[in-house]
């Protein structure tokens, strides 16, 4: 087990969130969208530039900047 | 008796305004994707004798608003207390539906819950135990697929009753949320100070503001101070303290703990076997799968490029038949009112002014209906949330974002859109200085009605190599729209970069209704405009290049060459019959120099001269302004060709090569001009009814103008220097 950020991620990759590290506007639109400690994510894949991310959570895709990922911290196995 | 008000609030997506139409036979603008409905919509509801006005509100992941549109939902469900609210919640993402509806349940409003999408849920595998859900959450639930209208008899005698009253709304004790011991505390203090005083008393439950104060709500606190700012302090006080100590305690901020117990809360709900998953909960949906595809980082683009030139090629080759056909019945039109009319102004004000102008933007109508048919499969499947996720980067360093690429297209980014739904697609963008740069910066590409111009002119002078210009033009477009937004960006609308985070919805199956009501919703708006704006233009135009028309003098001396010519030829020899035509277009010639616009154009030679413009180019880039489809058949009035049909301008062309006003290097730097200088009057309108204010709009017209003659100047100068 590790804790890295969610940009570091590999695809397909699954991890379960520590931390949302943001207040303010951007860090309640991450959690509203249920990115909050304890969920389980898989990287699905990224876009062409590879940004942003495209991410499964709880059966449905979400998709985020790498820059907004930086302030999720996931825990993944090695 | 008052009617009672029903609204439907819900996450974006989740199916708010299919269920609208279903109730009220409305025609709303029905996506998939988030963030379709941008403004509150009223309908007339009828269930036996029971009355009320449906209200559909913009979507909304919590009541903590984010944007503009989700705003407009909070304001309405917190100050006009609806009689009950329908919370759609999309069964097949369940727990972050739910996430709003614990929100609406701590505002202790008469809430029904409608599980929306139950077929999307049954086909994954899902099921729902509504009973226990609706016992846990307290309120009724009511499963429904929006789409068939299956559920909705049940659904709405539940709403019925609850907006009657005969239904309690949720009780409080049943649905308190824990928040943690240290949040519970606070919350507690600052709930018996909020009720003690009466603060904002009616509007919201006390418990509701003390946690959105909590929450850092800007907008709750900005209220709170309004009503007291002595209280809001020592409110304020209370929630630094806690988050001080979730600070030192937790390394946490105080919103995380309250989104981090309400997802809890919903997770410990659900727990409680109401969900059952059928298959391996982890198993990738067909959605899934057809993106690994579509979205995959080198297929992706390809077929994404592969998919936009289907379009046009689509609308432009199956349109040409049709817009032919369209074209017929005004010269039919054209031709009877010309064999039926005595000479004269009204004769010329109708052939010219009306049916030569609105017939040629009516033209279109058949291309715009295919173009926007396409389109809307593009969203209706879901295929356009991919589109933004992928071009996002690209647009992002031009200080733009995802959700601009649609406007982009939808305005003629393959070549041949129009700028005026493109500039009302910006509106899903939720930035206000990203919403303006794209909506300044989608005019500049290359709409329907400059392809005929790119035609035209390529075809006279650069014959060789047409495909080779037409690409590099479309190119040259997208290069000038990124440069000058990014310009916009960095001086006017500078401002951060917004947040990109977005759901993508799972595709869907178009719907035969949905389809059409987009095309027609958005092909009628054409027609309207032409139909009046158009119009009125096309007779003003007229009427400025017909007037004030020639001194007798200079008539009389047309008249005596007409006479002479009657001497030498006999009537019906082709000869004479040449010369005759050849006399009538100089005088057509004479007119116009003469007239209103011809002087205005003589005028404007004095700057366009450094462009390498003359007179009659000067007045057909006037008439553009009206309309681009303008420019060609004035073009074809100045250049004394008599009538020119915009389609077939082949003769015009060879007129315009062979005149020695024209170069190569001159229609280049006319063409670069044409592309980029104010755009139409129609979209003018357009941008300062979604940018707010006409200052905006002036703006638009004077720095694209500025930026058309810069570029067509400096082309035209560089290349007399370099001997071309
Ligand atoms: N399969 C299925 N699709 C549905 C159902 N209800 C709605 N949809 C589809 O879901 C998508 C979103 O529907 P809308 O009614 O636009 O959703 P909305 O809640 O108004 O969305 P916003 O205006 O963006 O907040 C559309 O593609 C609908 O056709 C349903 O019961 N089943
Ligand atoms: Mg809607």
Same mark, same amino acid.
């Given at each position: 087990m590790e804790t890295i950020s969610l940009r570091r991620m590999a695809k397909n990759q699954r991890g379960t969130i520590t931390a949302?590290?943001?207040?303010?506007?951007?860090?309640?639109?991450?959690?509203?969208?249920?990115?909050?400690?304890?969920?389980?994510?898989?990287?699905?894949?990224?876009?062409?530039?590879?940004?942003?991310?495209?991410?499964?959570?709880?059966?449905?895709?979400?998709?985020?900047?790498?820059?907004?990922?930086?302030?999720?911290?996931?825990?993944?196995?090695? | 008796? !008052?009617?009672?008000?029903?609204?439907?609030?819900?996450?974006?997506? $989740?199916?708010?305004?299919?269920? +609208? =139409? *279903?109730?009220?036979?409305?025609?709303?603008?029905?996506? !998939?994707?988030?963030?379709?409905?941008?403004?509150?919509?009223?309908? $007339?509801?009828?269930?036996?004798? +029971? =009355? *009320?006005?449906?209200?559909?509100?913009?979507?909304?992941?919590?009541l903590t608003a984010y944007s503009e549109e989700e705003v407009v939902a909070r304001d309405f469900l917190a100050n006009e207390k609806p009689a009950v609210v329908i919370n759609i919640v999309d069964a097949a993402n369940l727990e972050r539906n739910l996430y709003l509806t614990c929100q609406l349940l701590e505002l202790k409003i008469p809430l029904v819950v409608a599980l929306n999408m139950m077929d999307v849920a049954s086909d994954r595998g899902m099921e729902i135990d509504v009973e226990n859900l609706s016992a846990f959450l307290g309120v009724p639930v009511l499963p429904i697929v929006a789409r068939s209208g299956k559920g909705l008899d049940e659904l709405m005698a539940?709403?019925?009753?609850?907006?009657?009253?005969?239904?309690?709304?949720?009780?409080?004790?049943?649905?308190?949320?824990?928040?943690?011991?240290?949040?519970?505390?606070?919350?507690?203090?600052m709930t018996r100070l909020i009720r003690d005083q009466g603060l904002?008393?009616?509007?919201?439950?006390?418990?509701?503001?003390?946690?959105?104060?909590?929450?850092?709500?800007?907008?709750?606190?900005?209220?709170?101070?309004?009503?007291?700012?002595?209280?809001?302090?020592?409110?304020?006080?209370?929630?630094?303290?806690?988050?001080?100590?979730?600070?030192?305690?937790?390394?946490?901020?105080?919103?995380?703990?309250?989104?981090?117990?309400?997802?809890?809360?919903?997770?410990?709900?659900?727990?409680?076997?109401?969900?059952?998953?059928?298959?391996?909960?982890?198993?990738?949906?067909?959605?899934?799968?057809?993106?690994?595809?579509?979205?995959?980082?080198?297929?992706?683009?390809?077929?994404?490029?592969?998919?936009?030139?289907?379009?046009?090629?689509?609308?432009?080759?199956?349109?040409?038949?049709?817009?032919?056909?369209?074209?017929?019945?005004?010269?039919?039109?054209g031709g009877l009112v010309e064999a039926n009319l005595g000479d004269g102004p009204l004769k010329s004000m109708l052939v010219s002014g009306v049916i030569g102008g609105v017939g040629g933007v009516l033209g279109f109508v058949p291309l715009i209906m295919l173009m926007f048919f396409c389109i809307a499969i593009l969203e209706d499947s879901g295929y356009l949330a991919r589109?933004?996720?992928?071009?996002?980067?690209?647009?992002?360093?031009?200080?733009?974002?995802?959700?601009?690429?649609?406007a982009f297209i939808v305005s003629g980014g393959i070549a041949g859109g129009c700028a005026v739904p493109g500039v009302m697609a910006t509106r899903t963008l939720r930035s206000p200085k990203e919403r303006m740069a794209t909506l300044l910066t989608v005019p500049f590409m290359n709409c329907g009605a400059k392809v005929p111009i790119l035609a035209l002119l390529i075809g006279a002078f650069f014959a060789q190599h047409q495909a080779f210009y037409m690409f590099g033009f479309t190119i040259l477009s997208w290069i000038v729209a990124l440069v000058a937004a990014k310009l916009l960006r960095l001086t006017v609308l500078r401002g951060e970069p917004t947040p990109f985070v977005m759901e993508l919805p799972p595709y869907r199956f178009p719907t035969f209704n949905g389809l059409m009501i987009h095309t027609w919703e958005r092909t009628w708006?054409?027609?309207?405009?032409?139909?009046?704006?158009?119009?009125?233009?096309?007779?003003?135009?007229?009427?400025?290049?017909?007037?004030?028309?020639l001194s007798p003098e200079k008539e009389a001396v047309f008249v005596q060459e007409r006479d002479r010519i009657a001497t030498l030829y006999e009537v019906g020899n082709e000869t004479g019959d040449k010369l005759l035509q050849e006399v009538d277009n100089q005088q057509e010639g004479a007119v116009l120099r003469n007239s209103f616009a011809g002087r205005i154009g003589v005028g404007m030679e004095k700057v366009t001269w450094l462009s390498g413009f003359e007179w009659r180019t000067n007045?057909?880039?006037?008439?553009?302004?009206?309309?681009?489809?303008?420019?060609?058949?004035?073009?074809?009035?100045?250049?004394?060709?008599?009538?020119?049909?915009?389609?077939?301008a082949g003769s015009l062309g060879d007129r315009l090569a062979a005149d020695s006003a024209w170069s190569p290097l001159v229609a280049m730097s006319a063409l670069i001009f044409m592309l980029f200088y104010a755009p139409c009057f129609v979209?003018?309108?357009?941008?300062?009814?979604?940018?707010?204010?006409?200052?905006?709009?002036?703006?638009?017209?004077?720095?694209?103008?500025?930026?058309?003659?810069?570029?067509?100047?400096?082309?035209?100068?560089?290349?007399?220097?370099?001997?071309?």
């Open positions: 949302v590290r943001v207040a303010g506007d951007l860090g309640r639109r991450i959690r509203d969208m249920g990115l909050v400690t304890g969920t389980v994510i898989t990287v699905q894949g990224r876009a062409p530039l590879n940004d942003p991310v495209a991410l499964r959570i709880r059966g449905n895709t979400l998709t985020l900047r790498n820059n907004e990922a930086d302030f999720i911290e996931v825990e993944v196995e090695n | 008796m !008052n009617k009672l008000t029903m609204a439907l609030a819900g996450n974006p997506n $989740a199916g708010k305004t299919t269920l +609208f =139409n *279903a109730l009220t036979g409305a025609r709303q603008h029905v996506g !998939n994707y988030p963030g379709v409905t941008v403004e509150r919509k009223e309908g $007339a509801y009828q269930r036996g004798d +029971f =009355n *009320a006005v449906v209200v559909d509100l913009p979507g909304t992941y919590s539940a709403a019925q009753e609850m907006a009657e009253g005969r239904l309690s709304p949720p009780d409080p004790a049943k649905v308190r949320i824990s928040y943690g011991d240290d949040v519970d505390q606070a919350l507690l203090t904002l008393k009616g509007k919201y439950p006390s418990r509701w503001i003390a946690v959105k104060i909590i929450e850092n709500d800007e907008a709750l606190i900005k209220e709170v101070n309004e009503d007291s700012l002595e209280l809001g302090i020592r409110l304020l006080q209370e929630a630094d303290i806690v988050a001080a100590h979730l600070m030192k305690t937790f390394d946490t901020y105080p919103e995380a703990v309250i989104a981090d117990h309400r997802y809890g809360f919903i997770k410990g709900i659900l727990k409680r076997g109401i969900i059952t998953h059928r298959y391996d909960e982890n198993r990738l949906y067909t959605s899934d799968k057809i993106d690994r595809v579509l979205t995959n980082r080198f297929a992706g683009p390809l077929i994404m490029l592969a998919v936009l030139y289907s379009i046009y090629q689509i609308t432009f080759s199956f349109s040409t038949l049709p817009v032919a056909g369209v074209e017929a019945v005004f010269g039919w039109i589109v933004a996720f992928m071009m996002d980067r690209v647009f992002r360093m031009f200080g733009l974002h995802g959700s601009s690429v649609m708006q054409y027609i309207k405009k032409a139909g009046t704006v158009i119009l009125a233009i096309s007779i003003l135009l007229w009427a400025m290049m017909t007037y004030p028309g007045i057909a880039l006037l008439g553009g302004f009206a309309a681009k489809e303008v420019i060609i058949s004035t073009l074809g009035t100045a250049y004394s060709m008599g009538e020119t049909d915009p389609e077939d979209t003018v309108v357009c941008i300062a009814r979604e940018a707010g204010s006409w200052n905006w709009a002036f703006f638009s017209i004077i720095y694209s103008t500025t930026i058309a003659f810069i570029l067509s100047t400096g082309v035209y100068q560089v290349g007399r220097i370099l001997g071309f």
